[in-house]
C-alpha cells in the first residue's frame, strides 16, 4: 500500500484520526511534527521562537524527503503547514480533512486542553489571525488532494472508514 497522508488546518484531526486508523488496521502512524521534534530534539514552538517559520519549513522539506525516501506502508500525519513541500505526491496519496473555520475553531478553544492547545500552536493566535490563514490556505489544501473528507461531526470510527474507503477507491485508479 502506498502511504497515507493526512493534510489540513491546524486542529482538525490530523494525529487523532492517524492514530485510529493505525488502531484499525495494524499500520504505523507517524506525525510530521513529531519527527522534526525527535531530529531537533526541541519543540515545535521554540523551533518557530529560536530559529523562525522559514527554518521550519525548511525541517518540514527535510522530513519530506526522507519520508519519500525511506517511508512506506504507512499513515502520516502532518502539521498544518506541510503542504507546501515540493514533493507532496511522492510521499503518498493525499487526503485532506475538510472543516469549516468555525468548527475547527471550536473544536480547539472548547476542548479540555484548549490551553495548552493553542500554547504550543505559533500559528494559532487571535480568531481572525487564524481565519485569515485558513481562507488563503482552503484552495492550496484542495489543490494539493488526491481525496477529500468532509471532518465535522462524524465520529472518528466513521471517519476511519471513510478515509479508508476513498483512499482505496483513489489508489485503484490510479
Ligand atoms: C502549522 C501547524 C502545526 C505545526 C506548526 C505550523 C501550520 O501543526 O506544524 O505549528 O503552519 O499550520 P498542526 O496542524 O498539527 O497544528
Known amino acids: 500500500m502506498k502511504n497515507i497522508v493526512l493534510i489540513g488546518f491546524m486542529g482538525v484531526g490530523k494525529g487523532t484520526l492517524a492514530r485510529a486508523m493505525a488502531g484499525k488496521t495494524d499500520i504505523y502512524a507517524i506525525d510530521t511534527d513529531d519527527l522534526i521534534e525527535s531530529l531537533t530534539n526541541k519543540k515545535i514552538k521554540k523551533i518557530f521562537k529560536k530559529k523562525g517559520e522559514a527554518y521550519f519549513r525548511a525541517l518540514e522539506q527535510k522530513t519530506a524527503d526522507w519520508l519519500a525516501k525511506n517511508v512506506q506502508n504507512s499513515i502520516i500525519s502532518t502539521g498544518g503547514g506541510f503542504y507546501k513541500v515540493k514533493n507532496l505526491k511522492d510521499i503518498g496519496t493525499v487526503v485532506y480533512l475538510q472543516a469549516d473555520f468555525d468548527w475547527i475553531y471550536d473544536r480547539i478553544t472548547k476542548s479540555k486542553n484548549a490551553k495548552k492547545k493553542i500554547k ?37 470510527e466513521e471517519l476511519v472508514e471513510e478515509v479508508l474507503e476513498k483512499v482505496k477507491a483513489s489508489q485503484s485508479s490510479s
Request: no cysteine; net charge positive.
Open 120 to 156: 504550543k500552536r505559533p500559528l494559532f493566535k487571535s480568531y481572525e489571525d487564524a481565519k485569515r490563514l485558513y481562507e488563503s490556505r482552503v484552495p492550496e489544501y484542495e489543490k494539493a488532494a488526491d481525496v477529500i473528507v468532509n471532518v465535522e461531526n462524524k465520529s472518528t
